[in-house]
Every structure is written in C-alpha cells, then in structure tokens.
C-alpha cells in the first residue's frame, strides 16, 4: 500500500541561541519521523519534506515567512525526488 497524504506542520523557534539551531532541530525532526514504527501486522514508513525560514533574515511577517518556508519545503522536495 502506498498513500500520499500531504499535512503541514509548522514548528516555531522563539528562542533560537545559535544561528545553526534551527538546521539542527530540523535534523532531529527528520530523524525521529524517519524511524519506522509498527501498526497493527504492518510496519509503517513515513517521511518529511522540511522547509526553514528564519525572521528576520527571510522575512518579517508571519505570511512571508511562511511563504518562505513553504518554498524551501518544496525545493527540498524537488531534490529529493530527483535521486530516486
């Protein structure tokens, strides 16, 4: 069985430290969502297409940033499906 259901998440820093912070939550993100986890007799595979925008450097509203953020997600996308 193979499902495309397409969902948005939308993950908000408001105390980032350090400028490299974001990549690494976003790492870590990919990396847990990654794991399989079983259901039921079946085993289930997900995966994530993530998207960063940083304020103020990407944009200083709310709907452009995530505009932004939008955009990198299907960048990210792209390039992934042209691996495979």
Do not use: C
């Not at 908000?12 to 990654?34: F, G, R, S």
């Not at 925008?53 to 997600?73: G, T, V, W």
């Amino acid at each position: 069985m193979n499902d495309t259901w397409g969902h948005e998440v939308v993950v908000l820093l408001p105390q980032i430290t350090t400028a490299n912070e974001p990549a690494q939550v976003m790492d870590k993100l990919a990396a847990v969502v990654a794991q399989p986890f079983p259901l039921d007799a079946t085993t289930l595979q997900i995966s994530a297409s993530l998207g960063l925008a940083i304020y103020p450097q990407h944009a200083e509203s709310a709907s452009e940033l995530l505009q932004r953020a939008d955009k990198a997600m299907y960048l990210h996308k792209a390039s992934h499906k042209s691996k495979h």
